[in-house]
């Protein structure tokens, strides 16, 4: 079984400042996708960044970035340059690469202060 | 190009009626996943279909629940005799083809609310 655990229920970083969000992961899976989503408080799922597991260099998107370390099935997403709409809840989430469901862990919730 | 739609977004239903969430996937989109969020808790797998074939449900409750997705029109999860436990946030999914399950496009959800 997949299990996707994160460990900080609650962060909170000042605005233009770095912030990152802990994520590690359970699987037997050799091959897999590894996503964070962001939900605003428009509960909306908007996908963040993605990273294929057989890729050893860490995904990128603009401010956002991941510290992906397989050995350790650990997948931290980093939020550079923090801004107000950035505040919202963060879920990372685990896809078997033959698979068709999302496992998701129960969330971030990060606030940027002004 | 509209994304994936979900109507109604809100829902109330009384303990023993029927609740039907309706989804409408991406244009060319005809694979459709739904999922619940219960409060405080991240997503969780229910049904994956592709035009008129369910082909995983193992993340959906074996009584009072069921999902369609016909040759025509919207994709439908279908409540009966809802119960308190119900509430919750459910989303539905879309991608485009089966190689390509892993980019699933959300729609805003529905959020079902039993009384």
């Known amino acids: 079984a997949q299990t996707v655990t994160q460990s900080q229920p609650e962060m909170s970083v000042q605005e233009a400042e770095t912030v990152t969000l802990s994520c590690t992961y359970d699987?037997?899976?050799?091959?897999?996708?590894l996503f964070w989503y962001k939900q605003p408080p428009s509960r909306q799922m908007i996908l963040v960044i993605r990273q294929e597991a057989y890729k050893q260099q860490n995904a990128t998107e603009n401010r956002f970035s991941v510290n992906f370390q397989k050995a350790a099935k650990s997948f931290s997403l980093k939020i550079s340059d923090s801004q107000l709409g950035d505040t919202a809840m963060y879920f990372c989430?685990?896809?078997?690469?033959?698979?068709?469901?999302?496992?998701f862990g129960t969330g971030t919730s990060l606030t940027v202060i002004p | 190009n509209a994304g994936v739609m979900q109507n109604p977004r809100h829902l109330v239903r009384r303990r023993g009626q029927e609740a039907r969430l309706r989804c409408s996937p991406m244009?060319?989109?005809?694979?459709v996943y739904w999922y619940r969020q219960l409060p405080e808790e991240g997503l969780k797998f229910m049904v994956y279909?592709?035009?008129?074939?369910?082909?995983?449900e193992s993340g959906m409750p074996k009584e009072r629940f069921s999902a369609e997705f016909p040759k025509e029109g919207p994709s439908i999860l279908r409540i009966q005799q809802v119960v308190r436990g119900d509430s919750a946030a459910y989303f539905c999914?879309?991608?485009?083809?089966?190689?390509?399950?892993?980019?699933?496009?959300f729609g805003p959800g529905t959020r079902l609310t039993v009384t």
């Open positions: 989430a685990f896809m078997k690469h033959i698979g068709n469901q999302f496992y």
């Open positions: 279909l592709q035009k008129e074939n369910i082909i995983d």
């Open positions: 244009k060319g989109h005809s694979h």
């Open positions: 699987t037997s899976e050799s091959n897999y996708y």
């Open positions: 999914a879309s991608s485009p083809a089966v190689a390509r399950v892993n980019e699933q496009y």
